[in-house]
Nanobody
Framework: QVQLVESGGGLVQPGGSLRLSCVASGFTFSTYPMNWFRQAPGKQRELVATITGGGNTDYVDAVKGRFTISRDNAKNTVYLQMDALKPEDTAVYYC?????????WGQGTQVTVSS
């Protein structure tokens, strides 16, 4: 049974940093790409960052140079380091796996950027 559990969200001032974590279980973590999505109030969920099993990464333009996705395959964990946060980064952030044609989601973690 696939499980994804996010943590690390919170309230931070503009320009601050947060690190999100997602612990995965129920599948062979190292062989699958992992994604971080976010959904702001009234907006569609959007893909923020992707990392392959081998560590190749990709980002949406809005976060390039500020966010870093990484993974620790020994700990079955994917991270999202978020620096230079802006109010427009405020959203619920979700860990995501696409496996055998099915999408799996964590429960989400709230990130609020406000002074």
């Amino acid at each position: 049974q696939v499980q994804l559990v996010e943590s690390g969200g919170g309230l931070v001032q503009p320009g601050g940093s947060l690190r999100l974590s997602c612990v995965a279980s129920g599948f062979t973590f190292s062989t699958y790409p992992m994604n971080w999505f976010r959904q702001a109030p009234g907006k569609q969920r959007e893909l923020v960052a992707t990392i392959t099993g081998g560590g190749n990464t990709d980002y949406v333009d809005a976060v390039k140079g500020r966010f870093t996705i990484s993974r620790d395959n020994a700990k079955n964990t994917v991270y999202l380091q978020m620096d230079a946060l802006k109010p427009e980064d405020t959203a619920v952030y979700y860990c995501n796996l696409l496996r055998l044609g099915l999408g799996y989601w964590g429960q989400g973690t709230q990130v609020t950027v406000s002074s």
